[in-house]
C-alpha cells in the first residue's frame, strides 16, 4: 500500500481546523440548586483510576458549584435533547435559573446534579482545577456511571442507540455519530511501513 502524498501543505495560521467534539452538560449543584452549562472541551484523562477533565470558562456559575461541593456531573446528551442543551450553553447561569431545565437525578455524592434526558451521566469527584490564562481545566474521579437502559446491547452501552450529541467546533451545527471507516486497534495490524 503505497501511502506517498503529493499534496502541498498550506499554512492556515494558529487556530484550530474545523472537528467533531463530544457536546457535554457539566452539571453542578450551586448555593443549593441544579446547574447545567454546556461545552465542548471534555476528555477522560485516566483509567486507573478512571478521571475526567473539562474545560470551562472562569466566568462560568457552574463553576462556583464545583468548587462549592467538590462534585460534579458530565451529562452527554443524545439527539433527543439537543433544543435544552444548547438553551444550557446560551443561557448565562448567573442571570437564568436552569434548574427545571432538566429531570434531575442524584447519585452516590448525593450534591453532583444529573440530567435524566442525558442517555449517559457521569458522577465525579473534584480532584484538582488547573487555571489556565482565560479557562479553567477540571479534573475529577468517576466515582459512577449511568447509562440508559433501552440504549444498552448485551449490558453494554451501543453507540448506534446512545445518538450522542457532537458539536463540529468551531461555530457548529451539532450532528450525530456518522459511519465507521475502521475498527480501532485492528485497522492497522497488518500494516507494514515502506
Given at each position: 500500500m503505497d501511502l506517498t502524498?503529493?499534496?502541498?501543505?498550506?499554512p492556515m495560521?494558529?487556530?484550530?481546523?474545523?472537528?467533531?467534539l463530544p457536546v457535554v452538560l457539566l452539571g453542578a449543584k450551586v448555593q443549593g440548586r441544579p446547574n447545567?452549562?454546556?461545552?465542548?472541551?471534555?476528555?477522560?484523562i485516566d483509567d486507573?483510576?478512571?478521571?475526567?477533565?473539562v474545560v470551562?470558562?472562569?466566568?462560568?456559575?457552574?463553576l462556583i458549584g464545583i468548587k462549592e461541593n467538590s462534585t460534579f456531573s458530565i451529562n452527554l446528551p443524545g439527539a433527543n435533547a439537543v433544543v435544552a442543551t444548547d438553551y444550557c450553553g446560551i443561557r448565562s447561569g448567573h442571570k437564568t435559573d436552569k434548574s427545571q431545565v432538566f429531570d434531575v437525578f442524584f447519585g452516590k455524592?448525593?450534591?453532583a446534579p444529573m440530567a435524566r434526558e442525558c442517555r449517559v451521566n457521569i458522577e465525579l469527584t473534584l480532584d484538582d482545577i488547573l487555571e489556565l490564562e482565560g479557562t479553567d481545566m477540571i479534573i475529577g474521579n468517576v466515582e459512577e456511571v449511568y447509562v440508559d437502559e433501552e440504549c444498552l446491547k448485551d449490558g453494554q452501552p451501543d453507540p448506534e442507540k446512545l445518538e450522542l450529541l457532537m458539536y463540529q467546533s468551531p461555530g457548529g451545527p451539532y450532528f450525530i455519530k456518522g459511519r465507521t471507516v475502521a475498527e480501532a486497534f485492528k485497522a492497522g495490524q497488518d500494516y507494514r511501513p515502506g
Open positions: 502524498i503529493s499534496m502541498a501543505k498550506i495560521g494558529c487556530k484550530m481546523p474545523t472537528m467533531g447545567f452549562c454546556t461545552v465542548a472541551w471534555a476528555t477522560m486507573e483510576p478512571l478521571k475526567m477533565a470551562v470558562g472562569k466566568d462560568r456559575k457552574t455524592t448525593l450534591t
